[in-house]
């Protein structure tokens, strides 16, 4: 498999699947007064409930989403949980059955201008079980654990003019953990997010040998640390004149946020 290959298997996603559940989109972003809908769908073969929330969420610099308590959130946060609205809450749904979650934004009057940001998040509530005859004849304390399926994904309010700049710095491959790594540092500035594909091409070919796609950097950070991890195959192919590319999705329109061109050596 070429890094190309690779990378872009990773990453595509267009819905956020766990366990029996499937969200669509992986993303929303609320610019005006209009709402949207996130589809919501039981893959699984029994019926099944499901909690909607909000959470908070900080991005670090290595891409990590750290959750956030209420109690400590900041005023750009605080503002973020209490403009948005959605329903329902709460969906009990048949197998291979969708259901749609509105929401919507709204803006106090006052509210300065700047990007917000929740996660929505969408868990599975297990069923109860019945104490089983085996359970009850068991000596000493019995602990049954189940796991509990959920997806979050972010919802942005952007409000007023808002603009961001990205510059891509010095790639280069370094000796990680488990291996060569592809180290790639994006830098940010401006009062937006941006989000897109890195794309690293070779002068001659005309696809990329790597493509790393849903690359988002929050106005949380400027600076945003990618480490790709490579085979000694895949380290080998990506080395000399080198073009390195971050733009926007291609269901976004594609257009050129960064780039880079650098030897990697």
């Given amino acids: ?24 989109p992986t993303r929303v972003i609320l610019d005006g007064s209009r709402g949207t809908e996130v589809i919501l769908s039981n893959i699984g073969s029994e019926e099944a409930t499901y909690r909607i929330g909000l959470e908070l969420r900080r991005m670090e610099e ?12 900041n005023a750009t946060e605080e503002a973020a949980l209490g403009m948005i609205r959605y329903a329902p809450r709460r969906i009990t749904l048949p197998p291979g059955q969708p259901q749609a979650v509105r929401l919507a934004a709204r803006p106090g009057a006052d509210l300065p201008d700047g990007e917000y940001r929740v996660h929505m998040s969408f868990k599975a509530i297990p069923k109860p079980r019945s104490v089983t005859e085996q359970q009850t ?18 919802i942005i309010v952007r409000h007023g003019r808002l603009e961001a700049q990205v510059a891509i710095n010095q790639p280069k491959i370094v000796a990680g953990e488990n291996g060569p790594e592809l180290a790639v540092t994006m830098s940010r500035a401006g009062d937006s997010s941006v989000y897109g594909e890195l794309r690293i091409t070779k002068p001659g070919l005309d696809d990329p040998i790597a493509l790393l796609r849903g690359v988002a950097i929050y106005p949380e950070i400027g600076t945003r640390e990618l480490r790709i991890q490579l085979t000694e195959q895949q380290a080998a192919s ?5 073009r390195f590319e971050y733009r926007e999705m291609p269901e976004a329109g594609g257009g050129l946020i960064a780039a880079v061109d650098a030897f990697v050596g």
């Fill in 1 to 24: 498999m070429t890094a190309a290959v690779l990378a872009a298997a990773a990453f595509a996603a267009p819905v956020n699947a766990q366990g029996d559940l499937l969200v669509a």
């Fill in 137 to 154: 004849q068991a000596q000493g304390v019995s602990i049954q654990l189940i796991p509990i399926y959920g997806v979050t994904i972010p």
């Fill in 62 to 73: 290595n891409g990590r989403l750290v959750p956030v308590e209420k109690a400590e959130a």
């Fill in 238 to 242: 990506i080395t000399g004149q080198l």
